[in-house]
């Protein structure tokens, strides 16, 4: 069975409400989004040829602050995982207690059979069609899954053209010449590392000591890989969309990364010496793995930062991790939720540890509009500061009402939004 997404973040918010007894008039509430859009976008193709494409925008909540979110590019979006999305947006920004709220929105299409040319126009097609619902003091889009900082650019370059004045703050995840924050490109991964070190001290481990499995190897997996590598974080595995490698004496991501980037393959150490997946024996410290293998490899921890509903009730009795750090939106279906926790694994939750990433947009917003650029060491030290608070708040509120890390998250969150709905 498939899960629904938007049918699971529901799921979530009631065991948030039941455990704050939470006014059932704002519940209902928090049940809908305030609005979702669907768009049909035409985009005149190389071939001369008109193609239309679905698209969708989902403003979840905005008693926080103005709407923000990511726009995906992908052949599965539809419209319950934009809804879904947008929902976990606006509980993430409450987590980490920025003045923003929840919005998300996708296009149906593979952009890898679209020519660059095609993705423009589809890009600037999406906007045509939104602008009036986007800017800076009403919904700020970002970049989420195969969309780009170009994409971004394109982006605002549409909207202003439509607006009819410069409008910086309107997207975020923009190339640095053109407003962008430093430290942007790596933030999701850098919050999760906060998040990876703040576990690591909760539970006792020393960093050199705690083995780590990441499944993806996109650009939040891979940063958060070399990261922690250069923390001193024992890296076993990663994999991406094709497949991945597993090392027990450890893998240099910055290796993987060359090799995939040379022949389109993971490798790693192996036996002192670099080895492409091909070249692998089953039988060595180092070999090929697939992506449902990652997950349930015997680590400390394990992060997933693909796709999401990849741990479920089907495969989550097979995962051995002592924990989870979710980079990815959505990897854990409630009741494989229910599982972990009956099995003493700790899971920290997606919208707690790659919060990073919206915290940046949020920097980047706030630079924009203040007309301000910060330095990277400025970023950095803003976003650590309010990871660690947030990762305490949620730990503090799992051991006061006994309860896991994700439903804690969401009881701070959806107190922090309650507060300022109007009923």
Avoid at 68 to 74: A, D, E, P
Avoid at 167 to 175: F, Q, S
Avoid at 397 to 413: L, P
Wanted: proline share 4%; charged share 25%; net charge negative.
């Amino acid at each position: 069975m498939i899960n629904n997404p938007f049918q699971n973040a529901m799921k979530q918010l009631d065991n948030a409400a039941g455990i704050i007894n939470l006014d059932k008039d704002i519940h209902e509430v928090l049940k809908s989004p305030d609005r979702v859009v669907t768009v049909s976008i035409p985009v005149r193709m190389d071939s001369g040829e008109v193609k239309v494409f679905q698209g969708f925008r989902s403003q979840y909540n905005n008693a926080l602050g103005v709407y923000k979110g990511g726009i995906r590019y992908h052949p599965g979006v539809n419209i319950d995982e934009v809804k879904a999305l947008s929902f976990w947006m606006a509980i993430k920004c409450a987590v980490v207690n920025i003045a923003m709220g929840g919005a998300k929105g996708g296009v149906i299409v593979n952009p890898k059979e679209l020519s660059e040319g095609e993705i423009e126009r589809l890009s600037r097609g999406y906007v045509q069609k939104i602008w009036r619902l986007i800017g800076s003091d009403k919904d700020v889009p970002a970049p989420d899954v195969y969309t780009t900082p170009q994409i971004m650019a394109w982006m605002r370059d549409e909207y202003e053209k439509l607006a009819g004045y410069p409008d910086p703050g309107v997207i975020t995840g923009k190339p640095l010449g053109q407003g962008g924050s430093e430290g942007r490109s790596f933030s999701t991964a850098q919050g999760g590392v906060y998040c990876v070190e703040e576990l690591v001290k909760k539970m006792n481990w020393k960093p050199e000591g705690t083995t780590i499995a990441i499944q993806g190897f996109g650009n939040a997996g891979s940063h958060m890989a070399k990261i922690l590598h250069k923390s001193g974080y024992k890296i076993v595995a990663v994999s991406d969309s094709k497949g991945g490698v597993y090392n027990k004496d450890g893998i240099d991501p910055e290796k993987a990364e060359k090799l995939k980037n040379d022949g389109g393959r993971l490798g790693c150490y192996c036996v002192g010496s670099v080895c492409n997946v091909e070249e692998m024996k089953t039988d060595g410290p180092c070999r090929a793995i697939d992506n449902h293998e990652i997950l349930e490899l015997d680590v400390d921890i394990l992060i997933p930062a693909a796709l999401e509903n990849v741990i479920t009730a089907e495969n989550v009795d097979r995962v051995k991790a002592k924990a989870i750090v979710e980079l990815a939106n959505g990897p854990t279906t409630p009741e494989a939720d229910v599982i972990l926790k009956e099995k003493g694994i700790v899971a920290v939750p997606d919208v707690l540890s790659n919060a990073g990433g919206v915290t940046g947009s949020y920097f980047e917003w706030e630079q924009n509009v203040k007309n301000e650029h910060w330095t990277e060491a400025e970023v950095l030290e803003k976003l650590e500061k309010m990871m660690r608070e947030a990762f305490d708040n949620v730990w503090e509120t799992k051991e006061k009402y006994g309860i896991d890390m994700r439903t804690a998250a969401f009881v701070v969150a959806v107190e922090r939004i309650a507060k300022n709905i109007k009923t």
